[in-house]
T-cell receptor, first 111, second 115 residues
Framework: GENVEQHPSTLSVQEGDSAVIKCTYS??????FPWYKQELGKRPQLIID?????GEKKDQRIAVTLNKTAKHFSLHITETQPEDSAVYFC??????????FGAGTTVTVRA | GAVVSQHPSWVICKSGTSVKIECRSL??????MFWYRQFPKQSLMLMAT?????????EQGVEKDKFLINHASLTLSTLTVTSAHPEDSSFYIC???????????FGQGTRLTVV
C-alpha cells in the first residue's frame, strides 16, 4: 500500500516568515495529494490539494508543489500568522481511492 | 463544501459496554464512507471503508467483530465499538465522499473515553 512520510514533525516560525512542510510517497500510481489543517480536537480541514497532472497550485498565502518523478510534494505557507498554528497533514490517494496520511507537522507561529 | 455530521461529539462509557457512533452526509449522497482512528498527537489511521449496501472492508489489524460498521443508506454509516476497553479510547473520525474521484469530507469526530 501507499506510504507517506512527512517532515518536519514540528516547526516553529516567526510571524511573517514562511513555513515549508515536505512529504514523500511510495506509490507511483497515487494521483491526488490533499493537505489538511487540524486544530486541537477538531476535524481535519482541507486547505489545498493538487492532482498529478499539475506541478504547482497556489491559493493566496498557501501553495503546494508536486514532483512526480521524485515522488514528493510540499506545502508552502507565506506571511505566516498566529492563526496558522495547527497540525498539518499531507495525504496521498492511490488507485484504491483511499487516503494515506503523513504523520503530521505541528506548526507554531510565534508572535 | 459538503457537510458531514458525526454524533455524538464525545462519549464516556464503562469498560465492557458498546458504543455506537453515527456519521451522516447532510447534503449529498455518500457512496463511500471511511472510518479513522486518531490517537493523541498521532496521524489518522484508516480503520475501514464502507460502501452503501455492502460489507465494510477492514484494514489489516482492525478487528471486524469489535468494530462493527453498517452503511445502510447513502447518508448514514454507523460504527459500533463492542465490548469497549480503555485502550479503545481515541478520537474516531468519519469521512464521506459522493464518488470515486471526489473530495472526501470529514465529520467533526467523536472523542471516546472508556473508563
Amino acid at each position: 500500500g501507499e506510504n507517506v512520510e512527512q517532515h518536519p514533525s514540528t516547526l516553529s516560525v516567526q510571524e511573517g516568515d514562511s513555513a515549508v512542510i515536505k512529504c514523500t510517497y511510495s506509490d507511483s500510481a497515487s494521483n491526488y495529494f490533499p493537505w489538511y489543517k487540524q486544530e486541537l480536537g477538531k476535524r481535519p480541514q482541507l486547505i489545498i490539494d493538487i492532482r498529478s497532472n499539475v506541478g504547482e497550485k497556489k491559493d493566496q498565502r498557501i501553495a503546494v508543489t508536486l514532483n512526480k518523478t521524485a515522488k514528493h510534494f510540499s506545502l508552502h505557507i507565506t506571511e505566516t500568522q498566529p492563526e496558522d498554528s495547527a497540525v498539518y497533514f499531507c495525504a496521498a490517494r492511490s488507485n484504491d481511492y483511499k487516503l494515506s496520511f503523513g504523520a503530521g507537522t505541528t506548526v507554531t507561529v510565534r508572535a | 463544501g459538503a457537510v458531514v455530521s458525526q454524533h455524538p461529539s464525545w462519549v464516556i462509557c464503562k469498560s465492557g459496554t458498546s458504543v455506537k457512533i453515527e456519521c451522516r452526509s447532510l447534503d449529498f449522497q455518500a457512496t463511500t464512507m471511511f472510518w479513522y482512528r486518531q490517537f493523541p498527537k498521532q496521524s489518522l489511521m484508516l480503520m475501514a471503508t464502507s460502501n452503501e449496501g455492502s460489507k465494510a472492508t477492514y484494514e489489516q489489524g482492525v478487528e471486524k467483530d469489535k468494530f462493527l460498521i453498517n452503511h445502510a443508506s447513502l447518508t448514514l454509516s454507523t460504527l459500533t465499538v463492542t465490548s469497549a476497553h480503555p485502550e479503545d479510547s481515541s478520537f474516531y473520525i468519519c469521512s464521506a465522499r459522493a464518488g470515486l474521484n471526489t473530495e472526501a469530507f470529514f465529520g467533526q469526530g467523536t472523542r471516546l473515553t472508556v473508563v
